[in-house]
């Protein structure tokens, strides 16, 4: 049973860990670009702490959902990681599969130097990764039983670094399979081939490719710093401001920019949108706000009534189709 | 008390008779006998065992040199090792350049001795033809006497490597952890202040301790030899043979100086840096004894008696893992070579060269799986899968395998599974193993870059939006 000492140990993991995203040498990094790109929009850099360090942002009911939401998630995923599919058990699922889908065991890659083979790895392994997370989060913008959980995350009305965690534990569990089918898959397939050969590149026990993108300020995209990158480069990387888009109330930038850090899959699919010369004017699913829509059990509840409903819905239409066919038929018969 | 002994070794040193001791030699411990007034100066005694180690080894030797048609000539050699015989020459470990041996009859190290008598005598569930560990044992003599280097490439046999393994299990381990570290050394068994048989000059404890260590086949200094020496020792290599000849005399002594069985394989994980079974194993031989070299000749307390039952439980559990990295190791070997003739098959290659080592390999992982089984306590579930995984023979080319003994002792083959999906069942042996016996050394481990890629990535939650 995990105890109090566990939450605690679990949350300061998560802003002492280089692995995560709200490591506070990444949030530190977030804060020095973000004062340069405040300068550069011609403002005083006297005014920047006041503007970051604002109440109205970080006491915003947004925000306070984002704590509250946090803490709660960190205690409920202690008592559901044991439930959750580990990696190393699809890895070795696919390695012992693949023993039987390919004739024989080949040796790949024989001649390559040996850096070779870690840096294929640990690319092919951030490669799929970052296009699981979008193949993902597009899904739960399209399946409405889906979107009914991943709305909570854009709920918020403030975006704050910690918003990256405002997430509906379901949807939590869904990433969590997310990362087991992408690790498993990559570890299996590429201990099959290569064998002992294979390694995984790490800066500070983190991929390298993720320690990049965090390090290049991953976290100014939950916050007002509307940081833009030139319009080509945003075809190829997600800018900051082209994640507040896919946050925009606004109706024309929905289902917009799925992307974690690479703009390709937007491209592929048609939904990638490079960031206009200002920034959204209102963050939210809608433009009112709503009447507690910022407390617990709305954020937590409600998609679960919502979901319900998509669900009773698509039942009731297919029964009625069903006794349409049925009709039908007699009458033809 | 730890003086004592230093003190008696100090004194035997000055003698002559040995040139140093230390606490960590397994030695020199002091007579305690009650009433003894014979000149024996020390009360370490286990020449028994160091003989059947000669015994085994030299039958080893001999599982492998027949020819094919000195059959009749051969088995009854073995049998004189085995069931025990007059006048035995010692054919390994023997003298050689570089690495002198100091006996070379097994009578000069102890007489009367035999493997048979000591030899498992519950069912060996894991071979066909429901034997007794002496039956399997004498079965698979009979069998090696009849090959070509002890090597039966219909059924897939190599009997040096089955005798020699099951052996190691069914005479050594089982005597070892389920007759002197286990019933005998209770309160009433073999008590402290008597000695253990009439008119010996140690006592009942202190000999079946001697018994117990002279079993596990460590030279008495292990202690101050690294895993790798000590396993060089065995190999008899002329580089580690001053690390060998500890009272250098100029010959390695078969009782006290060499390396067999199972401290062999000890050492062999133990070189890999991940484990130290040999140190763990021989500190509570050492330490076991000293506590009854303490008692000084009187019966042991209760308190003492716990005490050295935990030393016993510490040599019988690490003893057990000693045999299961072994399994493992060729587990992983046997993967290794099946997928090795598979392709071979498939692409129509020779498997000339491929199929003795998969049949040596087999013949030890089957050997140790076998021997796991002997220590006395039933493993239940995982001595049922391992039988089930490895079977009674290995798989053959054609997807065929023994899979039972007639009535005149020959070999029957069935159907079985392809080589691949026998590759993959050492997988699972390998995966049983090291869950059921907390495996550290893991040599040859077939899924460990996978575990330790797993465990380099985050796995559990992760709620990072995007
Ligand atoms: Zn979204
Ligand atoms: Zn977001």
Redesign the interface.
């Known amino acids: 049973m995990p105890g109090f000492n566990d939450v605690l140990s679990s949350l300061t993991t998560t802003f002492l860990d280089p692995s995560k995203r709200v490591f506070v040498g990444y949030l530190f990094l977030a804060a020095v670009i973000g004062a340069l790109v405040w300068m550069a929009q011609g403002r005083s850099w006297r005014h920047y702490p006041r503007a970051v360090l604002s109440r109205r942002i970080w006491w915003s009911p947004s925000a306070r959902a984002d704590y509250q939401i946090l803490v709660i998630n960190q205690i409920l995923f202690l008592f559901l990681a044991p439930w959750l599919l580990s990696h190393l058990t699809l890895a070795t699922w696919l390695f012992e599969q693949l023993h039987r889908w390919i004739d024989t065991r080949p040796s790949v890659g024989l001649g390559w130097p040996d850096w070779s083979i870690p840096i294929l790895f640990t690319l092919s392994l951030f490669l799929l990764d970052d296009f699981a997370r979008f193949w993902i989060h597009r899904l739960m913008h399209r399946v409405p039983w889906l979107w009914a959980f991943h709305q909570v995350h854009h709920s918020a009305r403030v975006l704050t670094p910690l918003t990256v965690l405002r997430t509906h534990p379901i949807e939590g569990v869904l990433f969590s399979l997310r990362s087991a089918v992408v690790n498993g898959v990559c570890i299996g397939g590429f201990v099959f081939f290569f064998d002992s050969r294979v390694d995984l590149v790490l800066v500070v026990g983190s991929n390298v490719f993720v320690f990049l993108f965090n390090l290049a300020g991953s976290n100014l995209r939950h916050t007002h710093c509307y940081l833009r990158y030139p319009a080509w480069l945003e075809r190829w990387l997600i800018s900051p401001a082209q994640h507040q888009v896919h946050h925009s109330a606004e109706p024309r930038h929905f289902d917009r920019n799925f992307g974690a850090v690479l703009a390709i899959w937007d491209r592929l699919y048609g939904s990638l949108l490079v960031s206009e010369p200002t920034a959204p004017k209102r963050f939210g699913v809608t433009r009112r706000r709503r009447p507690g829509e910022q407390k617990l059990v709305t954020l937590y509840g409600s998609p679960f009534l919502q979901a319900a409903r998509v669900i009773r819905r698509w039942v009731s239409v297919r029964t009625t189709t069903i006794k349409q066919v049925n009709k039908e038929g007699r009458a033809h018969g | 008390m730890k003086l004592k002994h230093l003190i008696v070794a100090t004194a035997v040193a000055s003698l002559g008779s040995v040139s140093a001791a230390s606490g960590d030699h397994y030695a020199d411990f002091p007579v305690t006998l009650n009433g003894y007034d014979g000149d024996a100066t020390t009360s370490v005694a286990y020449t028994g065992q160091m003989a059947r180690h000669v015994l085994h080894n030299s039958l080893k030797k001999l599982a492998g040199s027949g020819t094919g048609d000195n059959a009749d000539e051969l088995l009854e050699q073995m049998l004189a090792y085995f069931e025990g015989g007059d006048s035995l020459d010692i054919i390994d470990p023997a003298s050689k350049s570089g690495f002198a041996i100091k006996q070379s009859e097994v009578d000069a190290i102890s007489t009367g001795k035999n493997l048979s008598g000591k030899a498992y005598g519950g069912y060996v569930t894991g071979w066909p033809g429901q034997m007794t560990g002496a039956e399997v044992l004498r079965f698979m003599i009979e069998k090696a006497a009849e090959t070509e280097g002890g090597y039966d490439p219909v059924n897939g046999y190599n009997y040096a490597q089955l005798i020699s393994k099951f052996a190691m299990g069914a005479v050594f381990y089982n005597q070892a952890v389920d007759n002197y570290l286990d019933e005998r050394i209770e309160g009433d068994v073999k008590p402290n202040d008597k000695p253990y048989g009439e008119g010996d000059h140690y006592t009942g404890k202190e000999h079946v301790w001697d018994e117990g260590f002279g079993y596990f086949g460590a030279p008495a200094h292990a202690l101050s030899l690294d895993a790798a020496t000590a396993y060089s020792i065995a190999k008899q290599d002329p580089d580690v043979f001053d690390e060998a000849d500890y009272n250098g005399d100029g010959v390695v002594d078969l009782v006290t100086e060499m390396t067999y069985a199972h401290a062999y394989y000890a050492a062999n994980a133990d070189k890999g840096g991940q484990s130290n079974y040999l140190n763990t194993i021989m500190q509570a031989f050492i330490d076991g004894r000293q506590l009854i070299a303490d008692a000084d000749g009187e019966k042991l307390s209760d308190d003492e008696l716990d005490q050295l039952q935990g030393y016993a439980d510490t040599i019988k559990s690490n003893w057990e893992r000693v045999i299961a990295e072994a399994a493992f190791k060729y587990a992983g070997s046997v993967y290794s070579d099946a ?1 090795a003739l ?2 071979a098959v ?2 129509g290659d020779s498997v000339v060269d491929l199929m003795p080592t998969y049949v040596k390999h087999w013949g030890e992982l089957k050997g140790f799986a076998l021997s796991l089984q002997t220590g006395g306590k039933d493993l239940g579930s995982v001595g049922v899968q391992l039988d089930r995984l490895i079977g009674f023979g290995p798989v053959l080319l054609g997807s065929t395998q023994v899979t039972g003994i007639d009535g005149d002792g020959d070999y029957i083959q069935s159907e079985s599974i392809t080589l ?1 999906e026998y ?2 069942n050492m ?1 699972e042996v390998q995966k049983l193993l090291s869950q059921n016996f907390h495996l550290v050394a893991r040599s040859n481990d077939r ?5 330790s ?2 465990e ?11």
Do not use: I, P, R, T
Request: without cysteine.
């Open positions: 997928m598979h392709e498939e692409e691949k590759a993959l997988l899924l460990g870059n996978l575990e890629l797993s380099q990535l985050e796995s559990g939650a992760n709620v990072e939006n995007d």
